[in-house]
């Protein structure tokens, strides 16, 4: 997936996550994608004439009648809608509002694709029921050759297509308004090779096609293979196929598992390219790894050697039968977790209990402790993988928000050993994990 810092386009920087928690050190924000950066608001004004384009006339294709000229249309360029600033009105979209709280941010692990017909509308609906399909987001999809070069733009629905790329691209709200405003999103790495003007315009055409002059919005991250993101109505200005391609991603199960039902439903409507951390990092799924917790509860939690297949951890089955254990404790009922955390948490939630705040967890909403898995986007392994974390209260703590853990519960935790992800630079609220060894007496 690419990394790199989202920021507005013109030179002026934006952190739009960071800015947001680094400006709140009270925690009173209530979500870091709802905070407008100062730089996007001195900065939401495009140069001059931004929003022009120039489009042909009307012509076979049926394409609208476009000014080639920036200036014909620079007085209504920037109009307000809903308080989002619209560069381009010819080719705006509805804004996409806000990110819900039980939206999650996770990479995709495979894009449909074919490049000149659209999915079938059943096609897509039969895959999103998959069993283990956890989301999909159809977008379109097209290849342009500028100076030698072949680019992927995407035509998305920024509501959808944003739940799939790199957290500080996500959470980036001023990104997507600004695409959806009819200006266009390239990565970091595209901004320096494409040939955009001293006036921050870029020329897109595919083919034989006239060139549209679309202005740069944003500079941000976005998922494998796409160089520049438009929405939907540029999409069909550009030509780009509609909903030709079809973002999926498994959750829990090994994309490789689904594969094959996959297919089967495709049949030769498109091609399906793995973007899971097996095939991102190229990953053995053959070979034997050694994993080593490091910190003060490694000697307790034993390290393991593991393989790798479809995604997923398999640690030895010698290590689970020593280390991993199935108990009950209080509020959360059952729980399966490192042998060696499970009486300081039984500690915590008695004193949680105690408290008067076993209200404060909802059993319902608890997503796990023992779960083989790398870090999301990385191959680093999970302290889930060790058995030695645990989420709580997961659809009102997501990951970049402030959350809505009970502070009470934090401090109980935190006294027992566990750090908690509502404190780290990039906040996981639901998230706790043992940081030492504590012996209830």
């Given amino acids: 997936m690419r990394r790199g810092v989202a920021r507005l386009a013109g030179g002026l920087a934006v952190a739009a996550v960071l800015t947001a928690c680094a400006g709140d050190p009270d925690g009173t924000a209530e979500d870091p994608s709802v905070a407008t950066s100062p730089v996007a608001e001195a900065s939401d004004a495009a140069p001059d004439g931004a929003g022009d384009d120039a489009a042909g006339d009307d012509g076979a294709d049926g394409r609208s009648d476009r000014s080639t000229d920036r200036g014909d249309r620079a007085g209504s360029a920037d109009a307000e809608d809903d308080g989002v600033v619209v560069a381009d009105p010819e080719h705006a979209v509805e804004p996409p509002g806000l990110r819900g709280r039980d939206e999650a941010i996770a990479p995709p692990d495979m894009l449909l694709f074919n490049a000149d017909e659209p999915l079938a509308d059943e096609v897509v609906d039969e895959i999103a029921g998959v ?29 959808s297509y944003r739940l799939f790329t790199p957290p500080e691209s996500a959470l980036f709200q001023e990104q997507w308004d600004r695409v959806a405003g009819g200006e266009v999103a390239l990565t970091t790495a595209s901004e320096k090779s494409l040939p955009v003007d001293g006036d921050g315009y870029l020329q897109l055409a595919l083919g034989e096609d006239d060139a ?45 598992a689904l594969r094959p039902e996959i297919a089967k439903i495709l049949g030769d409507q498109a091609t399906i390219q793995d973007m899971d951390v097996v095939a991102r990092a190229g990953l053995d799924t053959d070979a034997t790894q050694q994993a080593f917790l490091v910190g003060g509860v490694a000697e307790a939690v034993g390290t393991f050697r593991y393989t790798v297949a479809g995604g997923q951890v398999i640690p030895e089955q010698a290590w689970e039968s020593e280390y991993i254990s199935t108990e009950e404790v209080p509020i959360l009922g059952t729980v399966t977790c490192n042998r060696a955390m499970m009486p300081q948490l039984r500690a915590a939630l008695e004193e949680i209990t105690l408290a008067g705040l076993a209200d404060k967890i909802n059993p319902g909403e608890y997503a796990g402790c023992y779960y083989p898995r790398f870090i999301a986007g990385s191959t680093t392994l999970s302290n889930h993988s060790f058995g030695t974390a645990f989420d709580l209260n997961v659809p009102g703590n997501l990951r970049g928000t402030v959350g809505e853990m009970d502070r009470g519960v934090v401090a109980i935790f935190k006294r027992w050993g566990f750090a908690w992800g509502g404190d780290w630079s990039y906040t996981d609220p639901m998230h706790f994990e043992m940081e030492s060894l504590v012996e209830p007496r």
């Fill in 131 to 159: 069993d283990g399909v956890d989301e999909v987001s159809r977008l379109s999809m097209a290849q342009v050759s500028l100076e030698e070069r072949v680019y992927t733009v995407a035509a998305v629905d920024a509501a």
């Fill in 212 to 256: 549209q002059e679309i202005h740069v919005g944003a500079i941000a991250p976005q998922i494998d293979q796409v160089d520049a993101v438009v929405n939907t109505s540029w999409g069909e200005e550009l030509g780009i196929p509609a909903g030709n391609a079809l973002l999926v991603r498994t959750g829990q199960k090994s994309p490789q």
